[in-house]
């Protein structure tokens, strides 16, 4: 798939194909996908926890996403578990000071860029995704052992989808943007 194809065709999805499974060596290219972002100084301090058996997949749902992001992402084959290193990107290595008024802004930039390349990458393996920004961080970190240096930032489901999702209105560039 065209890198612009993936881009056009991605979207956010709210109905899964049970039959539909992952493997963990699919998981694992599309991790090491994300880590090709660009980050703060290289700092690469995107963090991952991978949901992927029923048992653990049927507790977050239950225990760390309200009920309308549990349904939405009931059928997923994986979920995926964001974060980053606090105090690190964006911040002066010699006396832990934040280089810019951006501070841990910067951690969550940089996974941002490689949250984006893994839609990206799952799109152009035939995979949906859905960015879900609404959980219970605290439940997340207790449950799956996230330590308290790491932001969780979402819960991403990952799997195939069930039917074909209409694509949303876009605005155009005339409204996004001023020339100089």
């Known amino acids: 798939m065209e890198l612009q194809s993936a881009i056009e065709e991605r979207r956010s999805i709210r109905s899964y194909d049970t039959s539909k499974k992952v493997t ?13 972002a660009p980050s703060w100084k290289n700092s690469q301090t995107g963090r991952y926890a991978i949901v ?3 048992e653990m997949k049927e507790q977050v749902l239950d225990k760390c996403l309200p009920p309308f992001n549990a ?3 009931a059928g997923a084959a994986a979920l995926i578990v964001t974060s980053y290193v606090k105090n690190y990107s964006g911040f002066d290595k ?13 951690g969550m930039y940089d996974l941002g860029l490689q949250n984006q390349i893994l839609l990206l990458k799952a799109k152009e393996m035939g995979m949906d995704t859905l960015v879900m920004g609404i959980r219970d961080a605290a439940a997340l970190r207790e449950l799956l052992k996230i ?23 876009r605005k155009t560039v005339d409204e996004i943007v001023k020339f100089y």
């Open 94 to 106: 010699e006396n832990g000071t934040a280089a810019n008024e951006i501070g841990n802004g910067w």
């Open 24 to 36: 963990e060596e699919e998981l694992r290219v599309l991790i090491e996908a994300a880590q090709q």
């Open 71 to 73: 349904k939405n992402a």
């Open 147 to 169: 330590d308290e240096s790491q932001e969780i930032a979402a819960v991403i489901a990952l799997g195939y989808a069930d039917g074909e999702p209409r694509p949303k209105v």
């Open 52 to 54: 992927y058996t029923e």
